[in-house]
């Protein structure tokens, strides 16, 4: 428990009505002040991938990391720690105190929704990256927030499911980054999941969960940071008030804003636990110098300038080279002559999943344009998107081809309507973005009419995506109707983030006028603001999918070098929702594999956060993984393939090379419960055990130069093990080389440990042609298992077996494990072996 005396104010000198002001958000964001002491807001923000801060401000912008997915895939400590103080920067640039991240969930199915927003599917790589991250952060004074506590991995009815594990598999798998944070990062604020748990002898949902929140978290790691709420996850006031929440957000109205008072005054929950989440408040506003004397910060990163080449190369350093069998990265640009930059992500890549992740990026930079910037002048660049990788539309140009209906004017008309249908307000948006929101209380329907200016001969597809009661209309026509109201669910499901445009068809000789109608929802959700949904859709008159694919087929034959970029889209990963296939969406398989059959020499990029399927792989030379790269997508590319920078990165997680061979092939709760069969054998666990053959194994990567591992010599404490390996960089230029180590159970151990797992790792940068020795720390807690029984960690007896080297089956070297059970050993005579 904090200290009862913060600053000189203790929990004793509040009212109680102060008292529970202050665990109830003040708003959307922010705590309540108290200003008599001293105490103003604490203001949070989003999100795992940039500090989005808390103005609706469309002007407003935040630097756009890569995806935590791929921050884990460079390996990287220090790198992590430098993404933290720019984290750190960030917040302060937008005036928040608590960032929401990192999420430190594992992924447990390629299928999760946030598997980009994870960093890898093994807790001791997820553990070790997210720490420096934290550390970095909250030595500039910046909270961070490990989030989603705990065992909350999939998005399908994530407010209601109950996760069902047992407590071994609980505590080395899905506690272990948690409790990393918490032990050795002392991190400010812990988030509590939508989900719920049954561990520990109780099932119930997270908030509520007393043996996981006061038990563990708090009592027997000593947590004395704050248990926050995701929002609008609170679903009780007493059963939440005594499970170990702290703070309710957003407020000031749900549960604890309408029912915590008198709860407290009636005695169902005691105002010495109130006093308790009081004290964590005032403890975390300290911290964040916003109670008492601010605490002096030093940030780096202070220009968008030292941003933007901090994020270019870390999401150069992050992309994965799968394959390179003809040695075509780097580019050989001088004799490049032609070269063919082809698919969908070429021309619109995916820079960011959805949901609370997003940002508006402070810029974005394209493959296209920076490959143009890259190349000798005498190289020809020819670029066509050759497949369909979105279901929607692309966005109606409505400041060009609308007007209002009733005066004329460029843009869209706006009415607002109340529940009798009288017009409380009427506006022309020339720039209608597909928001509106902050709608006044009385509102209940925005109707919204266009006349629509078309020209080109041909069929045109007018639409509109949106959510909750609506009907739209083109010339007469219904394109989608719904009788279905929705409140806060449908933004915790994402619904309204990238809604289905369900189009017309509107056939047009010559040019002509189409006439939108669209009677919408107003969506007053509990927690959030009002908004109104209306994404307008419009595809023109155009090549077919096969002409399409055949002019890029026809270009990469063309050319000396083709590059072929698909992936994911924001229809597919995000918050809220599960995918339904790990296919590449739309007909890019189909590009990839007439493109390699008309041009051998191609470099293949994916451009994805999660696993995807690549039928094709077996038949490319060269397939480079690029992760959704954030706003240096484009800049990163292009240092990646005119060789500025090392595609250092290794797979945090598996590519499975079939559907049918992925351990846990959906995340579907069955009666409300998803059930962890599969024990501790997560991710690469369960492919080792299976003994199947994935499309690429855990932490796989080639980089662009080779390596002969030499010697390792292994030196144990009583608190660990460490291996120190000689390796040589044989190949024909400097790199990074990140040295794996595995841990092997005893012989004879049984099933239910995995056949191995990560035990440390380390990353070097090596000359060409010179040798250098990495230490790679095993920790204790990596041979350790949790005894049941005992209630406590225990080394299993036995010989365990240390392998090491460049991914999980590409295994190098293997030294004997010194024996950690038998003596507690002194670092000063710690025995060696080599």
Known sequence: MPSENVCGISAAELTLEEKVALVVGADMWTTTPIERIGLRPVTMSDGPAGVRG?????????????APSALAATWDVELLARAGALFAAEARRHGVDLVLAPQVNLQRTPVGGRHFECFSEDPLLTGDLALALVEAAQERGVGMTAKHYVANDSETDR???????????????????????????????????????DVLGESAPMLEHEPLLTGLLKREWGFDGIVVSDWVATGSVGAAARGGLDLQMPGPDGPWGDGLLAAVRSGEVAEELLDDKVARLLL?????????????????????ESASAFLREVAARAVVVLKDDDGLVPLALATAGTVALLGPAAVEPFVQGGGSAFVRPDRVTHPVDELRTVLPQDVRLVVHAGA????????????????????????????????????????????????????????????????????????????VGTVGRHEVLIDGRIASTSDELVAEEVILASGHNNPVVATVPVKIDEPSVAELRADLQVVHPVGYASFVRAQLGHRPPGPSAEDEIAEAVAAAADADIAVVMVGTTEEVESEGYDRTSLALPGNQNELVTRVLAANPRTIVVVNAGAPVLLPWLADAGTVLWAWLAGQECGTALADVLSGVTEPAGRLPWTLPASAGDVPVPHAIPRAGVIDYTEGPHIGYRAWERDGLTP????????????????????????????????????????????????????????????????????VAHVDAGHSATVTVRVPRRALEIWDVAARRWSVPPGEHLLAVGRSVRDLRLHRACPDLTSTSLDPSTARRQG
Do not use: K
């Open 695 to 762: 499309a690429a194994c855990f932490g796989h990567g080639l980089g662009w130069t080779t390596w002969a591992y030499e010697y390792a010599r292994v030196a144990a404490d009583e608190s660990g093990v460490d291996v120190e390996i000689t390796l040589h960089n044989t190949g024909p230029r400097a790199g990074h080389e990140t040295v794996q180590v595995y841990v092997q159970p005893p012989p004879g151990t049984g099933s239910d440990r995995p056949v191995r797992w990560l035990g440390g790792f380390a």
């Open 159 to 197: 407010t209601r499911y109950i996760s069902h594990l047992d407590e071994r598999t609980l505590r080395e798998c899905y506690l272990a980054p948690f409790e990393r944070l918490v032990r050795d990062g002392g991190v400010w604020a812990v988030m509590g999941a939508y989900s719920g748990a």
């Open 388 to 463: 369909r990788a979105r279901v929607n539309p692309p966005p109606l140009d409505v400041a060009a081809l609308c007007t209002d209906p009733r005066t004329g004017q460029p843009g869209v008309r706006v009415e607002l309507l109340d529940a009798s249908g009288a017009i409380l307000e009427a506006y022309t948006d020339a720039q209608w973005s597909g928001w509106l929101q902050g709608i006044r209380a009385d509102a209940v329907a925005l109707r919204l009419t266009a006349a629509v200016h078309l020209s080109g001969a041909g069929c045109h597809e007018l639409g």
């Open 284 to 304: 975390l506003a300290h911290r964040v110098g916003a109670l008492g004397t601010a605490r002096p910060v030093a940030v780096e990163h202070s220009t968008a």
């Open 54 to 66: 808390t103005s609706r401000d469309p002007e407003e912008t935040s630097a756009s990391f890569p």
